[in-house]
Structure formats: C-alpha cells, structure tokens
Nanobody
Framework: QVQLVESGGGLVQPGGSLRLSCAAS????????MGWYRQAPGNERELVAT???????NYADSVKGRFTISRDDAKNTVYLQMNSLKLEDTAVYYC?????????????????WGQGTQVTVSS
C-alpha cells in the first residue's frame, strides 16, 4: 500500500504565500507523475499543477505565474509553492501520485491521493 500525506495548508491573507508538501510512503518502486488538485465548496475537483518524472510541468491557467510545482525524488515528495494568493484560491488541496510497486512477483501501477489540506485565503 501507498500513503500520501499533505501538509502546509492554513489561513493566509490575499497576496500572501504558502508552501504545500506531500510525502509518499509505503510500497514504492518508482513514482511517475505527481500533481496537485483542488476543490472549492460547490465546485468540482480541478487540476492545479502536475510534474512528470522527467521534470516537465503543467499548470492551470488560473495559477500560472503564481504557483510553482516541484519534486524531490529522494524524499518521494512533491511541493506546491503558492504566491500572490487570491480569495478564489481557497479550497481543499489534494496531492496525487502515479506509483509503481513491486510485490516480489510482479509490478503494478496505480494512482494514489492524499487526504487533502485546507487552504483559506481571507482578509
């Protein structure tokens, strides 16, 4: 089994910054893509940013130029640096990872999600 644990959420004023972290643990052979999604009340879950194992990044238009995704493969951790936060960034943020595990007999790949961390932007 694989677990993803997020941290770093909280309350911040408009224009402020937060850094989210998400650490993967468990039966990990390798991790391919990692990413962040968010869900605001009454809205569907939406993509924020993704990063491939080779390092290529993809961002939602709404966060381009303000958010930066990065990863530390030695720590199986993905980060989301959020700057110039706006009221509309308020949401629960979820990390996800595409993880390959090895059972000793075969390999298998699955997508895993964290439990979510609340980010609230308010004055």
């Amino acid at each position: 089994q694989v677990q993803l644990v997020e941290s770093g959420g909280g309350l911040v004023q408009p224009g402020g910054s937060l850094r989210l972290s998400c650490a993967a643990s468990g039966s990990i052979f390798s991790i391919s893509a990692m990413g962040w999604y968010r869900q605001a009340p009454g809205n569907e879950r939406e993509l924020v940013a993704t990063i491939a194992s080779a390092g290529s990044r993809n961002y939602a238009d709404s966060v381009k130029g303000r958010f930066t995704i990065s990863r530390d493969d030695a720590k199986n951790t993905v980060y989301l640096q959020m700057n110039s936060l706006k009221l509309e960034d308020t949401a629960v943020y979820y990390c996800t990872a595409e993880v390959t595990s090895y059972t000793g007999i075969h390999y298998y790949t699955d997508d895993y999600w964290g439990q979510g961390t609340q980010v609230t932007v308010s004055s």
